[in-house]
């Protein structure tokens, strides 16, 4: 029996070293999927994030999703239509393929993780794959910051009602009562205008950093900045 182990195991390695593909496994592409992509990209159409949503990708022009208006001039001229030829190709060198794109991913190396990556792709990408609450086994991934909370109603402890800035501090209370402080590098404010935006005139302070020192405000427009945020010591 261990004789008969160590033989197929000799035999995997030879197959790998020969540069022989496994059969590509969309659960493996799942896992890539979620430390590649996932922090930038929705796989709900017209979910947009960082970058476009991945829904219905398949025959699409680069640059082509009406709802994403974050593309760069070099995406929007090339005339590229994503199949899996190009996708590979874009999968490999983001920057070799379209030179001049602003897509900060330094692509996928290993060509095992990218043809598992792309067959979860071409599944998960299908219209009618993902249901209102996202794609299905994607929830573990979520929880490494990804996730897009509703904001629309939140506890009071998140709900802000007031902001004072005093010298390089602000302080941030929330419906709650509670008042914390953040050194002003630590803060960030920001929009949202999705439907998981909060309400007009309701901001959230959602937490970030490892630390716990750091969180966003996040606003229903920017106009409201200038509404919460007052010099007040």
């Known amino acids: 029996m261990r ?29 890539v999927f979620g430390r590649s992509c996932v922090a930038c990209h929705s796989l709900e159409p017209d979910k947009n994030m960082t970058g476009p949503s991945l829904a219905g990708l398949w025959g ?20 590229v239509v994503w199949d899996d030829q190009t996708l590979d190709r874009w999968l490999t060198d983001p920057k070799r393929f379209i030179p001049g794109n602003l897509m900060l991913f330094p692509g996928v190396q290993d060509e095992q993780a990218r043809a598992d990556l792309m067959t979860f792709l071409k599944q998960a990408a299908q219209p009618g794959a993902q249901s ?31 902001i004072k800035y005093c010298g390089d501090t602000y302080s941030v209370t929330t419906a709650d009562g509670q008042t914390v402080q953040f050194w002003e590098r630590n803060l960030r404010f920001k929009t949202d205008t999705s439907p998981d935006g909060p309400p007009k005139g309701s901001p959230a302070i959602v937490g970030a950093g490892m630390a716990g020192d750091r969180a966003s405000v996040i606003f229903a427009a920017p106009e409201e900045f200038g509404q919460f945020i007052k010099r007040r010591c």
């Open 3 to 31: 004789a008969a182990a160590l033989a197929l195991g000799l035999l995997m390695i030879g197959t790998a070293s020969n540069g022989v593909l496994a059969e590509p496994d969309p659960a493996r592409g799942q896992q």
């Open 132 to 162: 209102a609450q996202g794609t299905p086994g994607m929830e573990g991934m979520m929880g490494m910051g990804a996730a897009v909370p509703d904001l629309k109603s939140v506890a009071a402890s998140s709900k802000v009602s007031e």
């Open 60 to 79: 699409r022009k680069a640059g082509g999703l009406a709802s994403f208006n974050r593309y760069s001039p070099a995406i929007k001229s090339a005339e």
